[in-house]
Structure formats: C-alpha cells, structure tokens
C-alpha cells in the first residue's frame, strides 16, 4: 500500500514538473543565505548552491539534515528548514507562485499584494495565502502540519476536500487521502513540540545524506 501511495506522489509531481512549459529565461529570485548544504537541480544537473545566487522557475532544492537556507522570491522570504525539499513548480513574478514541498519543513513571509495567488502544495495539502507568516512541514509519510504566524491560510487537499480557514495561533493537520482535521492552537510551531511526527532531526556524521523527492523541472 505504502509503495502504491508513493507512486501516485511520484506520477503526481512528474506531472507538476511537466507542466512548467515555458520556463522562465530570467531569474525569478536568488538565494540569500546558506547555513550547511543547499544540493540545487536544474534541467536534470545537480550542484551545491550558495547564497547570492539566482533561482529559476523549475528548480528543485533539497537542504541537508543539518541544514537550512534562505530563498527570496519576488519580495517574498521563504526559509527551508533541515531536510527539506522544495520544488519551484510556477513562479511567475509578481502575483503567481506555485511551490510544492515534498518533504521538511518550509516557513514564508509573504508580501501583500493585490491580486497574489500564492500556494504551497504538499503530498497532503493545499495552502493559500494572501499576506502572511506561515509554516509548512511534511513527514516522510506526506502528513503536513500547516501553522499560521499572521494572518490567514485557506487550505484544503490536492483533491479540494474540506477546505479549512486557518487564522493566526493555529494550526492544522492534514494526512494523504484525507480533508484537514480539526484546528487547534499552536502549542510548539509544526515540526516542533506541537507535532510528535515531525520531530527534530537526528544528527548525522560527515557527509551528509541527500534528500530524496522530485526532479527539477526547467530553468535557464
């Protein structure tokens, strides 16, 4: 079952990636900072990225365990936490940003702007947001916790079930297959004390392990 369930991920995100048609000839943002290992994958070639530089629609990031890095996306700040993966799947400056995280936590500060169509997507889940804080983390079996700082996030499922506003000092949990539970107030922050699922990270030795998730798609 768990084999049959990632295939359909798999398939799905095969799909994401094709569906970047034309990618964008210019960057779309750059990396600001990197602390530890940011592996970058564009039109099927992997190197480490360092900050300063440029992002390209299509782009597949996958931070190290131990590690975290700092994209900003026209005037938007996304922060990747330690074992994370991240697809640019659509980004068209200024109003329309299409992410999907595959695996690891992911928090943004989004600019309001009028007429922004924002979504990060997950194995699980859907967020949209309007101008706000927000954090996204997703387990190894796709459940997403989804925590609001500021503001308010709808979210619902890749299927459109059971859609959830979700406002500022809560958060709520999604599982494949499934509408989003209950909210409830944040008690530690998705990823943290708040969701035993999605426990910190055990230190690795030298060499850190990569991130397994979908291909980058286009680019430059």
């Not at 970047?20 to 210019?26: G, K, L």
């Not at 300063?52 to 700040?77: F, K, N, Q, W």
């Not at 079930?161 to 989003?180: D, I, N, S």
Request: net charge positive; with cysteine.
């Amino acid at each position: 079952m768990r084999r049959k369930t990632r295939a359909v991920f798999w398939t799905f995100l095969f799909c994401l990636t094709a569906a970047v048609i034309s990618p964008a000839e210019e960057p779309v943002g750059r990396v600001e900072w990197v602390k530890g290992r940011l592996n970058l994958t564009r039109a099927g070639r992997q190197h480490l990225a360092r900050a300063g530089e440029s992002l390209y629609e299509g782009d597949r990031l996958v931070t190290g365990r131990l590690s975290r890095a700092l994209l900003v996306l026209g005037g938007h700040r996304l922060e990747m936490g330690p074992a994370s993966t991240l697809l640019l799947v659509a980004v068209r400056p200024p109003t329309r940003y299409r992410f999907f995280l595959w695996l690891g936590r992911l928090r943004l500060a989004v600019t309001e702007l009028l007429g922004l169509d924002l979504r990060v997507e997950t194995p699980a889940a859907i967020a949209g947001v309007r101008g706000t804080v927000f954090r996204v983390a997703v387990a190894a079996d796709g459940t997403t916790v989804i925590g609001v700082e500021e503001g308010t996030v709808v979210v619902t499922t890749p299927a459109g079930e059971g859609e959830v506003a979700l406002h500022a000092g809560h958060e709520v949990t999604v599982r494949p297959g499934a509408p989003p539970m209950m909210p409830r107030k944040t008690t530690g922050g998705p990823g943290e004390e708040g969701d035993p699922q999605m426990g910190k990270e055990k230190e690795t030795p030298k060499g850190e392990e990569q991130g397994q998730g979908p291909q980058g798609g286009g680019g430059k």
